[in-house]
């Protein structure tokens, strides 16, 4: 049995899974966004209707923990711009975030899915225009600081 190559196997497919969660998890922050914002939009729509507004369970519950990350992230939102800040000139991969937050002991722990409140975060940066997307070989997507941010 070649062993290196049974080990390289296991470094390419585990790069290929960690790209597919992270694309998963993006995913599933979009969703989540779309059910706040519909969820929104009925709870204005409910008086107008006439009807009272009825949301399940798993709804509630949902909207709820959102709420919540939400809060918390003013302070990711801050840690994750300093990161960038703090190396301009490299781009960062949403896991290579998550690693630098670990290593500053940011308790990750606050955030029900933290790599989906990173990605978001990082999306609304690039959106503030405080960091750029930068294109890899790889198709992953990497950010990195803007050098032009606007000031704060």
Do not use: C
């Amino acid at each position: 049995m070649d062993y290196k190559a049974t080990l390289k196997a296991a470094y390419v497919r585990l790069d290929a899974l960690q790209a597919e969660y992270a694309t998963a998890e993006q995913k599933v922050a979009q969703v989540g966004q779309e059910i706040a914002r519909l969820a929104d939009v009925m709870t204005a729509l409910g008086p107008l209707a006439g009807e009272k507004l009825v949301l399940n369970e798993v709804i509630t519950e949902f909207l709820k923990t959102l709420k919540q990350s939400e809060a918390l992230e003013v302070g990711i939102t801050e840690r994750i711009r300093q990161i960038l800040e703090s190396k301009p000139q490299q781009g960062f991969y949403p896991m290579m975030v998550r690693s630098e937050l670990e290593a500053g002991k940011y308790d990750l722990g606050k955030h029900p899915n933290a790599m989906a409140t990173i990605h978001s975060v990082l999306k609304r940066l690039v959106e503030q225009q405080y960091a750029r997307l930068l294109g890899a070989a790889d198709g992953k997507t990497a950010y990195a600081w803007n050098p032009n941010a606007p000031k704060r």
